[in-house]
């Protein structure tokens, strides 16, 4: 605490991402990064940027790459909003459109960023219960909300909500936005984009951080109807207005253009994802069925907290989350199948 500090500032309770550690010989298997490396495409894009491009500021608007993303979409370039990472389109995304005096509504158990946000931007939130089963019931979401928010797949669970579900949130909320949060939409979901034609209400936002292996790089977008981008783009130009740098801009556009080393590698996730969960029920853990690149299971002899500490002692990180309905649980990233060997071995001697 510090006295110069603002109020606002003083309540705030950060969010805390996964650790990144600095030591080498540690299998990382806690923040869902690729264990694959990008395309070679982005590092030899990368390798072409220029001095004088350096010199200047980049596009302001990332218009080539909003085209890119238009294109594959089937959207034009007006309804896909780019960001510095999905994290801020998300935090904009609250901002701009999910601020009104009724509560926000998402998952109780869902990415641990939202109530962040919405303590930074004073909105009231509530919790809308996940099924026993982990899934998702439109049900749990009132008709009259601020606004709803949801990770599909879920995050930390990978659980996937089907589209016809979808349609009836975004058809009972007709009031207000609903965005889907498609991080890991790639490893096996089937995307809202195609629903953008039919409601103006919803908000589709993606990353290049997992599928396209970019954590590093800092790309997101958002894609919807052309009023909800045009709300984003006042907050965006109101805050920064370069917001992905020129580096960020080419080699995003580069991993687009590849699309077949981009399936490969997903397709390689899936299947090592497929494998991990066939070995860890054989061990006596309850797999959730994830449409993700990571898995969230827990064993009934072994507590979680447990194993992650073993597991740690071990050289192997993964992810445990104090919290109530999961903390009996580890979400475990998927890695290459050298490091999916390793954790598998090392729970079989934990077990
Ligand atoms: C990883 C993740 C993000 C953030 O992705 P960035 O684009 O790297 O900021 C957003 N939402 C969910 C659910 C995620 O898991």
Avoid at 281 to 288: D, E, N, S
Avoid at 289 to 300: E, I, K, M
């Amino acid at each position: 605490m510090s006295r110069y500090w603002s109020d606002l500032v003083r309540q705030l309770t950060p969010y805390v991402p996964g650790e990144q550690p600095r030591g080498d010989g540690l299998i990382k298997l806690n923040t869902n990064e690729s264990p694959y490396q990008p395309s070679p495409a982005v590092l030899t894009a990368i390798a072409a940027v220029s001095g004088d491009s350096l010199r200047l500021y980049p596009d302001p608007e990332s218009v080539a790459l909003k085209q890119a993303f238009a294109w594959r979409n089937g959207l034009q370039p007006e309804q896909v909003f780019i960001g510095n990472g999905s994290d801020e389109v998300l935090a904009h995304t609250f901002q701009a459109l999910l601020k009104h005096d009724k509560p926000v509504y998402f998952p109780d158990i869902s990415y641990s960023f939202y109530p962040v946000w919405c303590e930074l931007y004073g909105i009231s939130h509530c919790d809308a219960p996940v099924v026993k089963d982990f899934s998702i019931d439109p049900a749990a979401y009132p008709a009259d909300n601020g606004g709803i928010i949801i990770p599909n797949p879920n995050a930390p669970t990978g659980v996937l909500m089907e589209l016809d579900a979808i349609r009836s949130l975004l058809r009972s909320s007709c009031d207000s936005v609903v965005v889907i949060d498609e991080a890991y939409i790639d490893f096996g979901g089937e995307s809202a984009v195609r629903l953008i034609g039919e409601f103006d209400n919803l908000l589709v936002v993606q990353t290049l951080s997992k599928a396209r292996a970019l954590a590093g790089l800092r790309v997101g977008i958002a894609m919807g109807s052309v009023e909800l981008i045009e709300g984003l783009e006042r907050v965006k130009n109101s805050f920064n207005s370069y917001p992905l740098d020129v580096v960020a801009q080419r080699a995003a556009l580069a991993s687009l253009a590849d699309e077949e080393y981009f399936q490969q590698s997903c397709q390689r996730v899936v299947a090592s994802r497929e494998f991990v969960c066939r070995e860890m029920t054989a061990l006596g853990f309850a797999v959730l069925p994830s449409a993700a690149n990571f898995v969230f299971a827990t064993h009934a002899q072994r507590l979680a907290r447990d194993l992650f500490v073993d597991l740690r002692e071990r050289g192997i990180i993964v992810r445990y989350f104090d919290k109530p309905r999961i903390d009996n649980y580890l979400r475990i990233t998927i890695g290459t199948d050298v490091q999916c060997g390793a954790l598998l071995s090392a729970l079989r001697d934990l077990i």
